[in-house]
Nanobody, 117 residues
């Protein structure tokens, strides 16, 4: 059974940092697409950062320069280092993975990030 579990969310002040983690089980991250999405209250889920199969990192323009995505395929872990947080970063953050061997997107349950001004 495939399971993605996010952790690391919380309440922080403007300008502070958080590191989100995603642990995958029942699937293999290596060679696949892994991503972080977020969904703010009343808004659609949007991509935040992703790493393609060849290791290329990509970011939404709103987080470029402030967030850093990384993966540890040996541990089936995905991370999102978030710095200089802003109130508009407040959202539920979701981990997503599409294995190289299966064209299906798997999702975690999300972790909440609240940035207070």
């Amino acid at each position: 059974q495939v399971q993605l579990v996010e952790s690391g969310g919380g309440l922080v002040q403007v300008g502070e940092s958080l590191r989100l983690s995603c642990t995958g089980s029942g699937l293999i991250f290596g060679g696949g697409l892994v991503s972080w999405y977020r969904q703010a209250p009343g808004k659609q889920r949007e991509p935040v950062a992703w790493i393609t199969a060849d290791g290329t990192t990509n970011y939404a323009s709103s987080v470029e320069g402030r967030f850093a995505i990384s993966r540890d395929d040996a541990k089936n872990m995905l991370y999102l280092q978030m710095s200089s947080l802003l109130p508009e970063d407040t959202a539920d953050y979701y981990c997503s993975a599409r294995p190289a061997y299966h064209n299906v997107y798997y999702w975690g349950q999300g972790t909440q990030v609240t940035v207070s001004s």
